[in-house]
Each structure stands twice: as C-alpha cells, then as structure tokens.
C-alpha cells in the first residue's frame, strides 16, 4: 500500500456521506497521460465501421494496454479504502466527448442499469485530458447514493447517450458538484449517486475512462449481464459468486463479441438481454 494513495479517514467520510470524492493526488504525470493519450488511437483503430468509442466497453479483457491501466496498484490504493481488502474489476469504458458536441449524459444512478446486488461498487474516472465545465465535465449531486434508487423513465427530447434518466425535480440538481480534473487524475463515484454531463462546448476534446469495481461480495446476474466477468484487484474471493476472466496479453486487441451496454438497454430490456 503506496501511503500516498491510502484514503485518510476524512476522506473516508467524506465519501460515505456525499457519494463521490475529488482532490485525489494524480495517478499519471501529465507525460504519462500524454503518451497514454498517444496510445488511444490504437483502442479506436479497432473500433468496427458503425462503431463510436462508447463501444468500447470491457476491452480491458482483450487489451492490456487497458488492463493494466486498471489494475494500476494507485487506483487500487483508492479503491481499497472504500470497498476494503478484497474486491474485483468488472468493467471499463470510455466516455469521449468531441469539441462542441451536443451529446449529454442524462441524470442517472448507476446502480439503477446493474444487475448486481448489493450495491457495493465504486467507479473511478480516469481524465485523460483536463476537464471542466466547459468540456462537459461530469456532475455529481452530494448525498444522493443515500435516497436510495430513483425510478428512470426513458427520455423523448434529449441528447443523452443513454436511453433512460431521471425526472427533472426527483433530486436536487441545483445542488451538483462539478468533477473538475486535470490529466491524470481521477474521481471516485459510489453507484447509486445521481450524475450526468452536460454538453461539451469548447474546442478541447474530453476523454474519460471509467473502472468499476466491486466488493467481493457482489453478485452479477448472469441472465442480464452474460458477458459478466472479474478480476480480483485486491485480497482473496471468499465468495466466489461470479465468472472469473482470463488475462489478456495483446496490447491492442478487441473482444470477439459486442458487449451489450446495460446503460442503454436499462432493466426494461431485460428480455433482449437475455436474447
Ligand atoms: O463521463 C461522463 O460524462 C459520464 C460518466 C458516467 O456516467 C459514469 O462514469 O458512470
């Protein structure tokens, strides 16, 4: 355990009552992220025609470029104080926002999408490049991982990428926080707290990877999500519940079949899920 990485218990705190945390210290120089930047290119060369960087989703498991971005023993550190001793990655996926796009992400809790229970995961936002409200950074309300999960209804006039959001009024919007990040650095979200992104309308170019992980203790429905799989990041898999993926060793590589987003499809599409 690097201490540096180490949550102090304010931190600790912090995040069990507001659901996210921020003013982490950088888990990349800005040279590193440049050359991890540099990379990118060959993730997206693999992309098919039709395709857009929100289709890379679980290519940690293919690529270890990727993985090994996710299994990076500083995230691991953060991770750790939240979830504790033993817990695994399950996905990852990029959130790439073009110089003035109109495309949002809609208001939503994470946890609403997941087939998983109990709810006892954590995603980390990784910045590739600086984020601010002007690109579209992401927007977190304090405090509301504790109102339980919100009913989502599907929305008719929107830009959201995803298919499902909250009611307007069901949370208190007025009171979201901004993830503002330089290169680098990362934020930390609990699954059930409300967020979203609002369009970016600069010209610089807003690349975010997000990691899941979960406690050991958490279980994937099969039924829902089939291409579930884990990799344990820390300590031992008491509970052994889920499928355990196999290390990657190509640097670039895609997986064979197209996962299938559970935050577009939502638990409404349980059906064409399960195909
Ligand atoms: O990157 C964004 O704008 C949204 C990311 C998100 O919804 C998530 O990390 O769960």
Request: glycine share 6%; hydrophobic share 35%.
């Amino acid at each position: 355990m690097n201490q540096e990485y180490s949550l102090t218990p304010e931190q600790k705190r912090f995040y069990n009552e507001n659901g996210y945390l921020l003013g982490l210290p950088p888990i990349y120089t800005r040279e590193e992220m440049r050359k991890l930047t540099d990379d990118l290119p060959q993730l997206m060369a693999l992309l098919r025609p039709g395709e857009t960087p929100k289709d890379i989703r679980e290519w940690h498991e293919t690529s270890r470029w990727l993985f090994d971005i996710c299994m990076n023993p500083k995230i691991h550190d953060l991770v750790e104080g939240i979830l504790g001793p033993d817990f695994y990655l399950w996905a990852s996926s990029f959130f790439v926002k073009e110089p003035h796009t109109k495309e949002t992400v809609g208001w939503h809790q994470d946890a609403y999408y997941w087939p998983m229970v109990p709810h006892n995961s954590v995603t980390v936002w990784l910045a590739f490049g600086d984020v601010d409200e002007e690109n579209g950074a992401m927007k977190i309300v304090p405090g509301s991982h504790k109102s339980g999960i919100l009913q989502h209804r599907r929305s008719t006039v929107t830009d959201s990428i995803l298919t499902l959001e909250l009611e307007r009024g069901s949370f208190r919007e007025d009171t979201a926080v901004s993830m503002r990040l330089k290169a680098g650095e990362v934020s930390l979200h609990d699954d059930a707290a409300v967020h979203g992104s609002p369009a970016n309308s600069s010209n610089r170019r807003r690349v975010g990877l997000t990691m899941r992980y979960s406690g050991t203790n958490v279980k994937n429905d099969l039924k829902v999500n089939p291409n579930f799989k884990t990799y344990l990041c820390r300590g031992v898999d008491r509970f052994q519940l889920n499928l355990v993926g196999v290390e990657p060793f190509e640097r670039f590589a895609r997986p064979a079949f197209v996962a299938t987003s559970i935050e577009e499809a939502g638990p409404e599409h349980e059906s064409i899920l399960k195909g």
